[in-house]
C-alpha cells in the first residue's frame, strides 16, 4: 500500500472515530433532554463552536490590552503558523481566567520580538498539561529561584513545599516547625515533576527529599514565555 493510501486510511479512521464520539454525545444529550438525536447532535457541536468562539475573542482581547501595556499597537514578530494554531486552539479550550490570561501573555510574548524566548510547540503540550495551580506554584518558585536574598547553595538550590502555593522557602529557612505539604500541593508538584518543569533536589545533608525541589531549566524557560514581567526581556 502506498503511503498516500495509508494516510488516506488513517484519516478516514479518524473522522469515523471522531463521529461515532459525537453520534454518542448526541444518544446521551437526547436520552436526558428528551429531545431527537439529531437535535441533541445540533446542540452540542453549537455550544462547543460558541463557547470556542467566546474563548478566541477573550484571547484576542486580553492581547490587545497586553500589547498596548507594552505600548505596541500591533505585534512585532510573524509567528509560524505550528505555534500559532496549536496556541490559539489550546486557549480557545481554556475557561479558567487565570489561564486564560496565561494564554494571552504567551500569546503577547510570542509576538512580540523584544521578548527572547524560544517559541517551540512543546511548551503548548506542556501548558495544555497544567492547571492554574501549577502555574502558581511554578511561578512562586521561579521568582524565589531568582531572588538575590536566597543566596541558593549550587549543590542545594531546592525549596520546601511545605509553604506551597503562598511561599517557596529556600532550604536554608524555616529549617524547624516546617508544615507538611498540601495534598492538593503534592498532586501539583508531582505533575510538575512528570513535565520535567521541577526536580527532586537533595537536603543540605545530601538526602534526597520528595519534600524539597528546584526548578529546572526547561521550567525557567517556559516562565519566560508565560511572565508579564518585563524581566522577560532581552
Known sequence: ???????????????????????????????VAGVPIATAVGIFEDKLRYIRW????????????????????????????????PLVEAA???????????????????????????LR???????????????????????????????????????????????AAAMDEFQSGIPEPKKEVRISVGNLQRLNLLAITHTVDGVSDPNHVMITELGKELLRLCSDDKSAKG
Open 1 to 31: 500500500m502506498s503511503e498516500e493510501a495509508k494516510a488516506v486510511q488513517e484519516i478516514a479512521k479518524t473522522t469515523n472515530t471522531a463521529i461515532h464520539a459525537v453520534e454518542k454525545m448526541g444518544k446521551f444529550i437526547s436520552d
Open 54 to 85: 467566546e474563548n478566541q475573542l477573550n484571547l484576542i482581547q486580553k492581547a490587545h490590552e497586553k500589547l498596548a501595556q507594552r505600548g505596541l499597537s500591533a505585534p512585532t514578530r510573524i509567528l509560524p503558523l505550528q505555534f500559532t494554531v
Open 92 to 118: 480557545s479550550l481554556e475557561e479558567d481566567d487565570y489561564l486564560q490570561d496565561m494564554w494571552a501573555t504567551v500569546l503577547v510574548n510570542a509576538a512580540d520580538e523584544h521578548v527572547e524566548v524560544q
Open 121 to 167: 510547540r512543546a511548551f503548548i503540550s506542556i501548558l495544555e498539561d497544567m492547571t492554574s495551580l501549577d502555574v502558581q506554584i511554578l511561578r512562586v518558585i521561579g521568582a524565589a529561584a531568582g531572588n538575590p536574598k536566597h543566596h541558593l547553595d549550587i549543590l542545594n538550590p531546592g525549596f520546601y513545599l511545605g509553604y506551597l502555593p503562598d511561599e
